[in-house]
């Protein structure tokens, strides 16, 4: 299941859904792919904490990982460019002295953002 013990069922945010118990995240219908189950977790805990910024030691404590701050930098990386190569836009912003934030954009009536 990943980190939690117990999660949501399911998870909405503006057209970001998260099915944790499948591992599965879609943008509008569309899957996110190759998370893997790191990625998955690490966006599963931004949306969880949506709109609001995380630290990277709140996330080095929550995904367990027992290296060093760049190891969130580089999942952080990671998740950033899975999201830029299937759907263009930057979803993981950087917050400085604070951490990460997920960045949902809005689309409009249009069906562009």
Same mark, same amino acid.
């Given at each position: 299941?990943?980190?939690?013990?117990?999660? $949501?069922?399911? $998870?909405?945010?503006?057209?970001?859904?998260?099915? &944790?118990?499948?591992?599965? $995240?879609?943008?509008?219908?569309?899957? !996110?792919?190759? =998370?893997?189950?790191?990625?998955?977790? #690490?966006?599963?805990? =931004? #949306?969880?904490?949506?709109?609001? &910024? !995380?630290?990277?030691?709140?996330?080095?404590? $929550?995904?367990? =990982?027992?290296?060093?701050?760049?190891?969130?930098?580089?999942?952080?990386?990671? =998740?950033?460019?899975?999201?830029?190569?299937?759907?263009?836009?930057?979803?993981?912003?950087?917050? &400085?002295?604070?951490?990460?934030?997920?960045?949902? &954009?809005?689309?409009?009536?249009?069906?562009?953002?």
């Amino acid at each position: 299941m990943g980190v939690w013990e117990k999660r $949501a069922c399911f $998870a909405y945010l503006v057209g970001l859904e998260l099915d &944790p118990d499948r591992g599965t $995240a879609f943008w509008n219908g569309r899957t !996110i792919r190759d =998370l893997g189950p790191r990625l998955f977790d #690490m966006l599963y805990l =931004l #949306m969880e904490n949506s709109p609001h &910024p !995380i630290s990277g030691r709140r996330i080095m404590s $929550a995904l367990r =990982l027992e290296t060093r701050d760049s190891e969130v930098y580089v999942l952080a990386s990671r =998740l950033r460019a899975r999201l830029r190569r299937d759907f263009g836009g930057d979803f993981v912003a950087t917050v &400085p002295n604070k951490g990460y934030r997920l960045d949902v &954009p809005v689309l409009q009536a249009t069906g562009q953002r």
